[in-house]
């Protein structure tokens, strides 16, 4: 069966430090991976996705980054963060065929 | 207008009660529709896809609407474990399009 890491579960950074998480699926080969961004009461906003190693779309133009250095590997970075950076992050995988996304457990992300 | 719009709710219901929740979408050439579940601060979890014919899993049935362009989700004899925000998702393109979500709270 599939399943789909992330951490850290829970970070506190200050303004202006880098960033990264990292996401990895186990069980499946050439997934398309997705980060998504959770803010308070708010919906799941799509920051970037790929299709494949060294393919990123970006969704959103804002001071995060995403990299996929390996077909089950994919990152989600920053050089400097910002206090609106705050919120749950999510990576997510799907099928190249199928239409359903399952989402990692997701890192909490505040930034001081 | 939102793409997915949803009553935030919450919906508060007995056990044993049946509820319902609805949502629309404003893009009506949308090909795939799902309802997901999501615990207070865990991840989404996909609850079940919405078929043109409508389909049921035990206590949940979900219908698609085309022509008003709207999703249903109906939770029969509530659990108190169906406490959970639920979030209606659209697929348009190659990209899934998530609702805000109504919160239901079920009380003993």
């Known amino acids: 069966s599939q399943t789909i890491h992330q951490w850290p579960a829970t970070l506190v950074q200050p303004v202006g430090s880098p960033l990264s998480l990292e996401c990895t699926v186990e069980g499946t080969s050439n997934p398309n991976l997705y980060w998504y961004r959770q803010a308070a009461g708010r919906g799941l906003q799509l920051l970037f996705y790929?299709?494949?190693?060294?393919?990123i779309s970006s969704e959103v133009p804002q001071n995060l980054s995403a990299s996929r250095p390996q077909d089950r590997q994919f990152i989600l970075s920053s050089k400097k963060l910002l206090l609106s950076d705050s919120g749950f992050y999510l990576c997510a995988w799907k099928r190249g065929i199928s239409y359903e996304q399952y989402f990692g457990p997701g890192t909490r992300l505040t930034v001081t | 207008r939102k793409e997915v719009e949803q009553d935030p709710g919450p919906f508060n219901v007995p056990e044993g009660a049946t509820v319902a929740f609805n949502c629309t979408y404003s893009?009506?050439?949308?090909?795939?529709f799902f309802w997901y579940r999501q615990d207070c601060r865990k991840e989404p979890k996909l609850l079940m896809s919405v078929y043109s014919s409508g389909n049921e899993d035990g206590r949940f049935t979900a219908q698609l609407n085309r022509a008003s362009q709207y999703i249903s989700l109906l939770i029969r004899d509530s659990k108190l474990s169906d406490s959970a925000t639920y979030l209606c998702?659209?697929?348009?393109?190659?990209?899934?399009?998530f609702g805000t979500g109504t919160r239901l709270q079920v009380f003993p």
């Open positions: 790929s299709v494949g190693i060294g393919q």
């Open positions: 893009n009506s050439a949308s090909q795939s």
């Open positions: 998702v659209v697929k348009t393109t190659d990209k899934l399009i």
